[in-house]
Antibody
């Protein structure tokens, strides 16, 4: 049973850096797309980025200048750093596992954390 | 990233069929995924690869994708299906979500 749990400060002041960690239990492998997704209050989902096999990262073009996603396989964790935050970055931040099936290189998010609210 | 357009809301009566659309440029050439998010909860995958249901998702959930529009259909809609629904696809290595559709069952 795969479980993901976000952790980190619930309040960040501008223009500091938002830092969150996602701890994975029940199966941590570099063959998945470990992802961050956020949801501003009352709004829709916004993909932030992922880290994949060997440390390959991809980020949302709208955030790429401020985002860093890293992984610590020894701790079964991956992390998000978002620099120079503003109130517009206030959101619930979800970590999620992306998986590909049948050789189709289009991951879907099959396991999600419960989300953590970060207020800027 | 690809812009995906969904209707903001949809209301159906219990037992009716709910169809939620998701429009985007040449969307039919891409794989589409659908997520259900109930109030205060994390999203749950209900459809992947346009039309496939994950284990544990009821058969009343189905999907299709052609041309510029993908659709999520919920047949015999139940009160427990009331939620926000999001479509999602990939444009190269960038994921895009639709704005979400609030499904009300009344």
């Amino acid at each position: 049973q795969v479980q993901l749990q976000e952790s980190g400060p619930g309040l960040v002041k501008p223009p500091e850096t938002l830092s969150l960690t996602c701890t994975v239990s029940g199966g941590f492998s570099s063959s998945y797309y470990w992802s961050w997704i956020r949801q501003a209050p009352g709004k829709g989902l916004e993909w932030i980025g992922y880290i994949y096999y060997g440390g390959t990262t991809k980020y949302n073009p709208s955030l790429t200048s401020r985002v860093t996603i890293s992984v610590d396989t020894s701790k079964n964790q991956f992390s998000l750093k978002l620099a120079s935050v503003t109130p517009a970055d206030t959101a619930v931040y979800f970590c999620a596992r992306g998986i590909t099936l049948g050789g189709i290189v289009a991951p879907h998010f099959d396991h999600w954390g419960q989300g953590t609210l970060v207020t800027v | 990233s690809l812009d995906l357009t969904q209707p903001p809301s949809l209301s159906v009566s219990p037992g009716q069929t709910a169809t939620i659309s998701c429009s985007g440029d040449q969307l039919g050439r891409k794989y589409v995924f659908w997520y259900q998010q109930k109030a205060g909860q994390s999203p749950v995958l209900v459809i992947f690869h346009d039309e496939k249901r994950p284990s544990g998702i009821p058969e009343r959930f189905s999907g299709s994708n052609s041309g510029n529009t993908a659709s999520l259909t919920i047949s015999v809609t139940q009160a427990i299906d009331e939620a926000d629904y999001y479509c999602q696809t990939w444009d190269g290595s960038t994921a895009s979500f639709g704005g979400g559709t609030k499904l009300t069952v009344l």
